[in-house]
Antibody, heavy 124, light 106 residues
Framework: QVQLEESGGGVVQPGRSLRLSCAAS????????MHWVRQAPGKGLEWVSV????????YIADSVRGRFTMSRDNSNNRLYLEMNSLTAEDTAVYYC?????????????????WGRGSLVTVSS | IQMTQSPSSVSASVGDRVTITCRAS??????LAWYQQKPGKVPELLIS???TLQSGVPSRFSGSGSGTQFTLTISSLQPEDVATYYC?????????FGPGTTVHIQ
């Protein structure tokens, strides 16, 4: 079955960088667009970014554009989120999520599988 | 496109009918999904395409609407339905979520 497992979270000082990874298995990773979604403590879901199935295109939310970069390695079934210039407002659980149907680009499909999330805490 | 939900919280008795509304600031055709997130758990896809229940979702859940206004209905609230429900547009990036509606049992 589909498995998504995030890693790389932890406590980081403001202004520093962190890279999250998501290991995927149980499906043809290279055929699906993938997303990152975050959830600050006690808050709602915030969509962060998407990368196309072949990794050529991505779209980053306005709130993090210019600081976050999303990429993927289809040879190793891994997804990445590079986060720079982190602030306390970036403190959240970060989920990777898979689209419900395969595509060469992304959408329009909802997210049918989610990882368990990786907690990022930005604090001095 | 902004997504709003109402109410932000609802408390009802077991067996009650619960209705949650989601509004998009612009038309999103039928690219509207609902997710359920139980306390301490990962979000799960409940409904896609406004009204298509995912496999395994109880039939007491239903979705309706079109254009800019959508509704999630729980026809007979059960204790296991205690959760926060989020709508999401997925017609195009950004794939914005609504702020969520938390359902409690009275």
């Amino acid at each position: 079955q589909v498995q998504l497992e995030e890693s790389g979270g932890g406590v980081v000082q403001p202004g520093r960088s962190l890279r999250l990874s998501c290991a995927a298995s149980g499906f043809t990773f290279s055929s699906y667009a993938m997303h990152w979604v975050r959830q600050a403590p006690g808050k709602g879901l915030e969509w962060v970014s998407v990368v196309s199935s072949i990794g050529r295109n991505n779209y980053i939310a306005d709130s993090v554009r210019g600081r976050f970069t999303m990429s993927r390695d289809n040879s190793n079934n891994r997804l990445y989120l590079e986060m720079n210039s982190l602030t306390a407002e970036d403190t959240a659980v970060y989920y990777c999520a898979k689209e419900a149907s395969s595509s060469s680009y992304w959408g329009p499909y909802p997210f049918d599988s989610w990882g368990r999330g990786s907690l990022v805490t930005v604090s001095s | 496109i902004q997504m709003t939900q109402s109410p932000s919280s609802v408390s009802a008795s077991v067996g009650d009918r619960v209705t949650i509304t989601c509004r998009a600031s612009q038309g999103i055709d039928n690219y509207l999904a609902w997710y359920q997130q139980k306390p301490g758990k990962v979000p799960e896809l409940l409904i896609s395409g406004v009204s298509t229940l995912q496999s395994g979702v109880p039939s007491r859940f239903s979705g309706s609407g079109s254009g800019t206004q959508f509704t999630l209905t729980i026809s007979s609230l059960q204790p296991e339905d205690v959760a926060t429900y989020y709508c999401q547009k997925y017609n195009a990036a950004p794939f914005t979520f609504g702020p969520g509606t938390t359902v409690h049992i009275q």
